[in-house]
C-alpha cells in the first residue's frame, strides 16, 4: 500500500520563482521544510496531480525523489503576507496542497560536470517518455545533486493528455516526440534493458495505488460532469494502456537518440 503522509504548513518563508506554479519554501507542524505548490496557483490541481503521480511512479521504479506529502493550508494562513500576489495564491490554495521535502544544500545538475551512467540515464529518459514529462531540458534539467546522488524533482508539467482529457487512448499509445530535448538523451544506451525491468516493476497494481491517492478536491473540475472516481479511472487506465504500448515511446527515443549521435 502507497500512502503519503499529511502536514499543516505553519510558516510561509520565500517564494520561490524559477517555477512557473509559485512554489514556495515553507515550514510544516513536523518541523521540516518543504517546497510547497499551490493549487490556486495558475496551473492548478492538475499540476498537482502530475507531480503526485510522475514522483512517486519515478520512487517505484528505485530512482531518487524527495518525499512528497500532503500539505494542508488553514483558513487563516497568509492573512498577514503583505505581497498581494502570494496573499491571493494563499488564499485561494486553502486546504490540501503537495510539497516536497526540501533538500537543504542541494545544487543543480550540471550534465557538462556531472557524469551520469548510461543505464541511470536510460532509467530517467524513460521514466520521463512515459509519464510526457517535457520538463527535463537542457535549460531546464529539474534534477538536483545532493550527498554526490541525483535527485529528480518538479513532475508537475508531465501527463499532458489531462488539459485537453479528450481521445486519452490515442494519446496513451502515441510517442514522446519531445523527448529529442531531454537532457539525457545522448547517454541513454539502455533503454530497451530498461523498458524490460521497468514493465516488470510498475504493475497496474501499484499504479492504481498512486493514482487513489489522488484526493477529491483536486477532482472537483468544473469542465466536466465526471466524477472524482472517473477521473481518476481515466488517469489509471491511460497509464496502464500507455505502459502495455511502451514499445512505442521507447522506439520513439532510440530513434530520436540515434538522429543525435
Not at 4 to 20: D, F, K, S
Not at 28 to 34: M, R
Not at 228 to 239: K, S, T
Request: hydrophobic share 45%; aromatic share 10%; with cysteine.
Amino acid at each position: 500500500m502507497i500512502e503519503l503522509r499529511t502536514v499543516n504548513v505553519t510558516r510561509y518563508i520565500a517564494p520561490l520563482r524559477e517555477g512557473g506554479s509559485l512554489p514556495a519554501l515553507a515550514e510544516a507542524d513536523d518541523d521540516f521544510k518543504y517546497v510547497l505548490k499551490f493549487k490556486g496557483s495558475g496551473q492548478g490541481e492538475k499540476s498537482l496531480i502530475a507531480e503526485l503521480i510522475g514522483g512517486e511512479i519515478a520512487r517505484i521504479l528505485g530512482l531518487k525523489v524527495p518525499e512528497l506529502v500532503f500539505a494542508n493550508l488553514d483558513e487563516a494562513f497568509g492573512q498577514t503576507e503583505p505581497d498581494e500576489e502570494i496573499q491571493d495564491l494563499l488564499q485561494g490554495s486553502k486546504g490540501m496542497n503537495l510539497a516536497l521535502h526540501f533538500l537543504s544544500g542541494a545544487i543543480t545538475f550540471d550534465p557538462v560536470v556531472t557524469v551520469v551512467t548510461p543505464e541511470l540515464a536510460s532509467q530517467i529518459v524513460w521514466l520521463d517518455a512515459f509519464i510526457t514529462n517535457v520538463d527535463r531540458t537542457f535549460r531546464n534539467t529539474n534534477m538536483l545533486m545532493w550527498h554526490r546522488e541525483l535527485w529528480l524533482i518538479d513532475h508537475g508539467a508531465c501527463l499532458y493528455f489531462h488539459h485537453s482529457w479528450t481521445d486519452w487512448e490515442t494519446h496513451a499509445k502515441s510517442p514522446f516526440p519531445l523527448v529529442k530535448n531531454h537532457v539525457l538523451l545522448s547517454k541513454a544506451t539502455l533503454l530497451a534493458e530498461t523498458d524490460a525491468v521497468f514493465k516488470q516493476l510498475l504493475t497496474e497494481e501499484k499504479i492504481r495505488a498512486i493514482v487513489a491517492l489522488i484526493p477529491d478536491e483536486w477532482l472537483q473540475w468544473r469542465d466536466t460532469e465526471e466524477t472524482p472516481a472517473m477521473l481518476r479511472e481515466v488517469y489509471g487506465r491511460y497509464l496502464t494502456t500507455r505502459l502495455k504500448h511502451s514499445d512505442i515511446f521507447t522506439k520513439k527515443a532510440q530513434d530520436e537518440r540515434e538522429a543525435l549521435v
